[in-house]
């Protein structure tokens, strides 16, 4: 099972590694992992996305809470939440792609943020799912470069995780 | 005491500082380049005594051993780079056993971070695994407060090793000096009380229980709950067993004490923590050794107690039915004070316990020619009263300790479990004989052990430590020997030991007393001999069979009532 698991850590130095090498040691999953600082400049936040079963996910929690720089962890996929990730595509848009390529970046609420002669770069947010469906959705050949965020994930409503 | 608090200080003056804050008696160190100021400062004053080891590895240890044998914090200081590197497998012995310990390691200075600097290593990543937690202190301003968290953080909650790591031109660079007094952390604050809910839950188990077990850990000597523990037992009726780390936390002499668990745990024990019907586990993690196979330790319907201080130690390996986060002090009396008149009728499982002890899996050739290794261990506890402080390396000699000398005091016996470091029985020991002068020490350990960390027997006589050194020498490493007898067609692949030195006149060299011993009769004088002298290190070699096996025993992979006993071969 996939969970969406969102860390308040101390801003210290080596914070990043003590989570990413908690995860290694213990032979965890990360299929992505997003790190910034909060509106509290001490305190970062971190999402990051794995997989297994719950009795692993209820241990990496565990694990995590154990850290002793690691202030609250939660896993957002318990209940309602929201997840978004980013994603920059830059594609092949000669004078005969270019029609249809805007028409699909407008189909999926995407924006195109650059242009030059032959390329568009393209501005996309959304679940991973979508971002996946856009890239599917692409003739793949036009395809020349992808950058993703992966998730960042809040939970919805009264479902708040601060100090 | 204000002006002194206020003054401009060193960082290294710092360090020392707030060692003698802390009321750190020893600490166990070598000496290099990137802390010669801290050792500068340590030069200049006589409150914290600094104890020279030959290797960082048994700085460590010794720290290690101290702590153990004393419930205070060990302290290690140890130089950058190679004194780092050296340290690691003490620190993570330590980290494995949750042993309180702050490790001051030097660094090349902060300019040179980076830069592949002359004994430069990336200390905080190496040690990240392997600690509590660890932390580079790059500004002088921030050294008091870090000393301090260390020190908080390596002694509460699950306790284990903090690594302190101090660039040489911070201990250079002067502040002003203050301790804080307390240590306030949003992102740490241990747990005491137990959730009286769950409490409830547990006592009601514990009173329709047909067949209750006992099952206490380290967790037990670490929180020194001993004397709740035996009250608990005592006033409950039920049988008791104390993992390989908690061994002493209940008397091995008391009828209600079935042995140590696991892969060469009693076969009462193992049998009673199988077939039990609700298991109370204190402070004790469920781990390999212990359960075996936990498909097959599963696989008997019982309900489970789980009070242990690191909720991660709970549902790790077997599905837990009562978790009780908790200080196990905290949580021993509550349940105590609830139990109070709780006695549930369970002579029938007695009975069954007692038909299984009947079996004496402990038994061995008595008549041996050869010196069975224990008898020595029997003789070793019979001469010692069963009051020595034992240090052990790992092995078979470490097991037959822990089967045959009865511990009826915690924190006697100091071994390596988790880890399962050959080379920390020396050094270990001279941590225990510094934390209790005037005490007898013995270090058991075999002749392939003994010499991971041989170097220490200079140590011991700098500082005049008299330990006994016991090795039960069967010219093999034992326990490969062992595996190797049962699962890999007598292949005995490299665990001979060839090459010995004579270790009679290699303690001699030393400045030590040496004794060899090759027969039966000889071994309980040569004890008395050594026990007797209460100044001098003795190193006895004992030529022990090489063909004795550890039994019983559960091979890897197994469930924990499918041991080997010495009867089946």
Redesign the interface.
């Known amino acids: 099972m996939r969970h969406i698991i969102s860390i308040l850590?101390?801003n210290e130095?080596?914070a990043l590694?003590?989570i990413a090498?908690?995860f290694s040691?213990r032979g965890y999953n990360i299929e992505s992992l997003t790190v910034a600082p909060t509106e509290d400049a001490s305190m970062s936040r971190m999402t990051i996305v794995t997989s297994g079963s719950d009795?692993v996910v209820?241990?990496i929690t565990?694990?995590l809470?154990?850290l002793?720089?690691?202030?609250k962890v939660v896993d957002l996929s318990e209940a309602e939440h929201i997840e978004r990730e980013l994603m920059l595509i830059k594609v092949r848009a000669g004078q005969k792609e270019r029609e249809d390529m805007k028409r699909m970046t407008d189909i999926f609420r995407g924006r195109i943020i650059d242009v030059t002669d032959n390329t568009y770069t393209i501005e996309l947010t959304g679940d991973g799912r979508k971002l996946d469906a856009f890239i599917q959705a692409l003739d793949q050949g036009t395809i020349i470069e992808t950058v993703r965020t992966g998730t960042s994930g809040i939970g919805r409503g009264n479902r708040i995780l601060r100090? | 005491m204000d002006r002194v608090k206020t003054s401009a200080l060193s960082g290294a003056e710092i360090v020392v500082r707030c060692l003698q804050e802390e009321a750190v008696e020893y600490v166990f160190g070598y000496p290099g380049g990137a802390v010669l100021f801290i050792y500068d400062e340590l030069f200049k004053q006589d409150k914290v005594k600094h104890v020279l080891v030959r290797h960082e590895q048994g700085a460590v240890h010794a720290a290690d051993g101290y702590s153990r044998s004393s419930q205070k914090v060990g302290v290690a200081l140890v130089t950058s780079g190679p004194g780092v590197t050296n340290a690691v497998t003490g620190i993570a012995t330590a980290y494995m056993d949750s042993i309180p310990m702050v490790v001051i390691t030097g660094q090349v200075p902060t300019h040179a971070i980076g830069l592949d600097a002359f004994q430069e290593c990336d200390t905080?990543?190496i040690t990240?695994?392997i600690v509590?937690?660890n932390m580079?202190v790059k500004d002088v301003k921030d050294l008091a407060s870090a000393m301090k968290k260390a020190f908080h953080?390596a002694s509460t909650g699950r306790p284990g090793p903090v690594v302190v790591d101090i660039p040489k031109d911070v201990t250079a660079a002067v502040t002003e000096f203050h301790y804080p007094e307390t240590v306030a952390?949003?992102?740490?604050n241990p747990v005491r009380k137990g959730h009286a809910g769950q409490i409830r839950k547990a006592v009601q188990l514990l009173a329709e229980a047909e067949r209750p077990m006992i099952y206490s850990g380290g967790g037990v000597t670490l929180s020194d709950s001993s004397e709740l523990l035996r009250e608990l037992v005592k006033s409950t009726g039920f049988p008791v067993t104390n993992t390989l780390m908690g061994l002493g936390t209940y008397p091995a002499t008391d009828r209600q004490f079935l042995g140590m668990p696991g892969m060469h745990g009693t076969y009462e024990c193992n049998n009673a923590m199988q077939h039990c019907d609700v298991l109370l586990a204190i402070g004790a993690r469920f781990d390999d050794r212990v359960i075996g196979n936990p498909a097959h330790f599963a696989s008997n319907p019982r309900k489970i107690i789980h009070i242990d201080i690191?909720?991660?130690s709970i549902?790790?390996r077997v599905k837990v039915d009562v978790p009780i986060v908790g200080n196990i002090p905290d949580v021993l009396e509550e349940l105590i004070k609830l139990l109070k008149g709780v006695h549930p009728e369970i002579s029938a499982w007695w009975k069954q316990i007692e038909a299984w002890r009947a079996k004496d899996c402990l038994k061995y050739d008595r008549s041996s020619k050869i010196i069975k290794p224990q008898f020595v261990l029997e003789k070793l506890y019979e001469v010692t009263k069963g009051k020595a402080f034992v240090t052990s390396d790992v092995g078979q000699h470490q097991m037959w300790a822990a089967q045959f000398y009865k511990f009826d005091e915690p924190r006697r016996w100091i071994n390596s479990g988790g880890l399962g470091t050959m080379g920390f029985g020396l050094p270990a020991a001279m941590g225990v004989q510094m934390a209790n002068p005037g005490a007898t020490v013995a270090c058991v350990t075999g002749e392939s052990s003994i010499q991971m960390c041989l170097q220490e027997l200079s140590t011991c006589k700098q500082y005049r430590l008299p330990i006994k050194i016991v090795n039960l020498n069967n010219k093999y490493m034992g326990m490969v020997r062992q595996w190797q007898q049962f699962f890999h067609g007598n292949r005995y692949s490299e665990s001979y030991m060839d090459a010995l030195p004579d270790f009679v006149k290699l303690a001699e060299g030393y400045g030590h007393r040496g004794l060899l011993i090759d027969k039966p009769a000889d071994v309980e004088p040569a004890l008395r001999e050594a026990f007797a002298n209460k100044k001098e290190l003795y190193f006895l070699d004992f030529i022990t069979d090489q063909t004795e096996n550890v039994y019983p025993m559960i091979p890897g992979g197994k469930g924990n009532t499918e041991m080997i006993l010495s009867e089946d071969l």
């Not at chain 1, 002793?68 to 202030?71: E, K, L, N």
């Not at chain 2, 952390?185 to 740490?188: I, T, V």
């Open positions: 850590v101390e130095a080596g590694s003590r090498g908690l040691a009795d209820e241990q565990k694990q809470n154990k002793i720089d690691v202030v100090v | 905080v990543g990240r695994p509590k937690h580079l953080i952390m949003r992102s740490y690191d909720p991660s549902s790790k």
